[in-house]
């Protein structure tokens, strides 16, 4: 059975940081699918905030790029999201999820993730 577990959400003011980690069982961060973050606001759609596959290539959303880092520690089976000069648009809900395809053979465009977390809840002051 495959369990993935987000943590490390919160309240912070705008210009802070928070550092999400995603326990995964059942599926093995070292693996060469995608895993990656997902974040929805409210009223929005899910949009995909970072991707990284299993030799540890990543993907950033533009409006990430440069604030967030994805990583991951195979030997706690965890991945992580660090998230630096948060700003009020980055409110929402973060899902990690596992087990993504990636389309791309010399990059990454991760899709069809299999399996999802049940979110922790990111708020963002300004």
């Known amino acids: 059975q495959v369990q993935l577990v987000e943590s490390g959400g919160g309240s912070v003011q705008a210009g802070g940081s928070l550092r999400l980690s995603c326990t995964a069982s059942?599926?093995?961060?070292?693996?060469?699918?995608?895993m990656g973050w997902f974040r929805q606001a409210p009223g929005k759609e899910r949009e995909g905030v970072a991707h990284?596959?299993?030799?540890?290539?990543?993907s950033y959303a533009d409006s990430v790029k440069g604030r967030f880092t994805i990583s991951k520690d195979n030997a706690k089976n965890t991945l992580y999201l660090q998230m630096n000069s948060l700003e009020a648009e980055d409110t929402g809900m973060y899902y990690c999820?596992?087990?993504?395809?990636?389309?791309?053979?010399?990059?990454?465009?991760?899709?069809?993730?299999?399996?999802w977390g049940q979110g922790t809840q990111v708020t963002v002051s300004s």
């Open positions: 990284i596959v299993g030799d540890g290539t990543t």
């Open positions: 999820a596992a087990e993504g395809v990636n389309l791309w053979v010399a990059s990454v465009n991760c899709v069809r993730y299999k399996y």
């Open positions: 059942g599926v093995k961060t070292y693996s060469p699918y995608c």
